[in-house]
T-cell receptor
Framework: GDSVTQTEGPVTVSESESLIINCTYSATSIAYPNLFWYVRYPGEGLQLLLK?????QKGSSRGFEATYNKETTSFHLQKASVQESDSAVYYC?????????????FGRGTRLQVYA | DAGVTQTPRHEVAEKGQTIILKCEPV?????LFWYRQTKIQGLELLSYFRSKSLMEDGGAFKDRFKAEMLNSSFSTLKIQPTEPKDSAVYLCASRLWGGAGAETLYFGSGTRLTVL
């Protein structure tokens, strides 16, 4: 079946350091994947961080970037300089542009802790 | 606009009990999802409705988990009978499906279930 594998947390970094959270996917029943990063900040609900629907394109939001790489089936999340407020749980997710598969498949989540 | 509303926020049940979790999607949204969230498995799909029709029933969760959409603005998830391994956060999400499969999912705050 379809699956998403991401960096196992927790990931601990110091403020102003760079960050990469790896995400790879396997889309066995999805011919045209859409890729998403969702985030859950402490005390808040899960919300969309960024999304990319076309292979080769990059999405960005709040200083985070992720590039949809069809060759390596990856969608790694990067940030050049993290802040303490980025501490959260990040989920990579796989969707289907054609909607043959309607639901999103999520990774297990990566907890990020940023220290001042 | 109100987001996705889930009630109750917390539920404690004895093993063998029947519990019902409730969800009100964002007004006008036609897709509704129930996910279970645990630290080990991440987000697992329980049920998926499109315009009140059941599209996915979560496979492994069929026997004791039953989701229903009584109308376009209300859904329930019944767990019967509960087992300690059901202890988790149950998330409801909705989206306005426009055909591209890239529409944003809006999540509720979740119901934290503890089964003793």
């Amino acid at each position: 079946g379809d699956s998403v594998t991401q960096t196992e947390g927790p990931v601990t970094v110091s403020e102003s350091e760079s960050l990469i959270i790896n995400c790879t996917y396997s889309a066995t029943s999805i011919a045209y994947p859409n890729l998403f990063w969702y985030v859950r900040y402490p005390g808040e609900g899960l919300q969309l961080l960024l999304k990319v629907i076309t292979a080769g394109q990059k999405g960005s939001s709040r200083g985070f970037e992720a590039t949809y790489n069809k060759e390596t089936t990856s969608f790694h999340l990067q940030k050049a300089s993290v802040q303490e407020s980025d501490s959260a749980v990040y989920y990579c997710a796989l969707g289907d542009r054609t909607q043959v598969v309607g639901q999103l498949t999520f990774g297990r989540g990566t907890r990020l802790q940023v220290y001042a | 606009d109100a987001g996705v509303t889930q009630t109750p926020r917390h539920e404690v049940a004895e093993k063998g009990q029947t519990i019902i979790l409730k969800c009100e999607p964002v007004s006008g949204h036609n897709d509704l999802f129930w996910y279970r969230q645990t630290k080990i498995q991440g987000l697992e799909l329980l049920s998926y409705f499109r315009s009140k029709s059941l599209m996915e029933d979560g496979g492994a969760f069929k026997d004791r988990f039953k989701a229903e959409m009584l109308n376009s603005s209300f859904s329930t998830l019944k767990i019967q009978p509960t087992e300690p391994k059901d202890s988790a956060v149950y998330l409801c999400a909705s989206r306005l499906w426009g055909g591209a499969g890239a529409e944003t999912l809006y999540f509720g705050s979740g119901t934290r279930l503890t089964v003793l």
